[in-house]
């Protein structure tokens, strides 16, 4: 089964309900891995238990300081290790910055403002307003695509993910 790594979205402590979301669309695709950059993903994990996540990756420090350009240097490095078949990202102001970079640093196409994805990785965007549905999907490296919140009704499970932290070496130029 392959791997879809997705993004947790959290702020001052809480999982956003957006990440329940990407973590349905992983499910659906394969095997459900999240991925949590916090000084202390303890307190991430255990909002996740209601999620349908087979594996956490955790990677802690101060991730809020140091903004989307070290996160997205870490998440390159993860993708880099774990090759997994999509990365997930919530579609959010800093989400997209997140995506784009990594893009960039794994030399992966990228797909933003999806509202579906399935099995096959094929995207399912609603673009001229709602007037026009396009689908698309990645040709390069490993597809990034940023799906927008409330896309999909997140589905409840009980979750007995396994944690694995991951150590990040940062490069001098994403500091």
Known sequence: MSSVIFLVDHSAGKVAKATAELATFAKSIGESV??????????????????PIDKVITVSGDWD????????????????????????????????????????????????????????????????????????????????ITLRANSIEPVATTSSAVAEEFAITLSDSSK
């Open 34 to 51: 999240a991925v949590v950059f916090a000084s202390n993903p303890a307190e991430i994990i255990t909002q996740l238990s209601t999620f």
């Open 65 to 144: 300081k140091n903004g989307p350009a070290v996160i997205a240097d870490g998440l390159a490095q993860i993708i880099a290790s774990k090759k997994p078949s999509a990365v997930l990202i919530t579609s959010s102001a800093s989400g997209k910055e997140i995506a784009g970079r990594v893009a960039v640093k794994t030399g992966s196409g990228i797909i933003t403002d999806a509202i579906g994805v399935d099995k096959d990785l094929i995207t399912t965007q609603s673009v001229f307003g709602g007037s026009t549905t396009v689908h698309a999907s990645v040709t390069t490296g490993t597809p990034i």
